[in-house]
T-cell receptor, first 116, second 112 residues
Framework: ETGVTQTPRHLVMGMTNKKSLKCEQH?????MYWYKQSAKKPLELMFV???????ENNSVPSRFSPECPNSSHLFLHLHTLQPEDSALYLC???????????????FGSGTQLSVL | KQEVTQIPAALSVPEGENLVLNCSFT??????LQWFRQDPGKGLTSLLL?????REQTSGRLNASLDKSSGRSTLYIAASQPGDSATYLC???????????FGTGTRLKVLA
């Protein structure tokens, strides 16, 4: 148990559905991240929030919409996804969330998403 | 553009063997480097973090070294066990950014 919880663990959705992924961290951290992990590709950073402010948007299509209502919760809202969006979506958090202080990342177990 | 490469992509060794996993990166302007372990279908667990000013870090049977000027890091696993079987990933944090750039990992299998 890393202190970062993701729900659901598995999600199957059609291309016209709208769904949301949820991440909650119990570590008192100030930065939260969404990563995408596709088969045989490196983890891709999608979004970073520091103190509830989005500080990185890594050229992610608008069909992925993040939300960070407070420093403990992070959501990823999904709509009109494509089959190539099928992947493991990982949430992570780190302590201070300052760009000049690279710190240990704590990951959740991920949501395995399948888009039909 | 920072790129991270891990060699080998897969490794199979008998139990008890000492082994070395390699990670290389193209831009030496990093703040730190982390090694992670990932079990199938699971998230990542941070194993070791080396700050750019450090040369190595140790935790139990694991030792990670960093040569920033040559863009290399190694993860040394002593006396490997079947429970060490997993994918090992390295990631670098470029200076002044929130990003961690990941390699594609080394898939390790330790045979009993």
């Amino acid at each position: 148990e890393t202190g970062v919880t993701q729900t659901p663990r598995h999600l199957v959705m059609g291309m016209t559905n709208k769904k949301s992924l949820k991440c909650e961290q119990h570590l008192g951290h100030n930065a939260m991240y969404w990563y995408k992990q596709s088969a045989k590709k490196p983890l891709e950073l999608m979004f970073v929030y520091s103190l509830e402010e989005r500080v990185e948007n890594n050229s992610v299509p608008s069909r992925f919409s993040p939300e960070c209502p407070n420093s403990s919760h992070l959501f990823l809202h999904l709509h009109t996804l494509q089959p190539e969006d099928s992947a493991l979506y990982l949430c992570a958090s780190s302590q201070a969330g300052t760009a000049n202080r690279g710190e240990k990342l704590f990951f959740g177990s991920g949501t395995q998403l399948s888009v039909l | 553009k920072q790129e991270v490469t891990q060699i080998p992509a897969a490794l199979s060794v008998p139990e008890g063997e000492n082994l070395v996993l390699n990670c290389s990166f193209t831009d030496s302007a990093i703040y730190n480097l982390q090694w992670f372990r990932q079990d199938p279908g699971k998230g990542l667990t941070s194993l070791l973090l080396i700050q750019s000013s450090q040369r190595e870090q140790t935790s139990g049977r694991l030792n990670a070294s960093l040569d920033k000027s040559s863009g290399r890091s190694t993860l040394y696993i002593a006396a490997s066990q079947p429970g060490d079987s997993a994918t090992y990933l390295c990631a670098v944090n470029p200076s002044g950014t929130y990003k961690y750039i990941f390699g594609t990992g080394t898939r390790l299998k330790v045979l009993a």
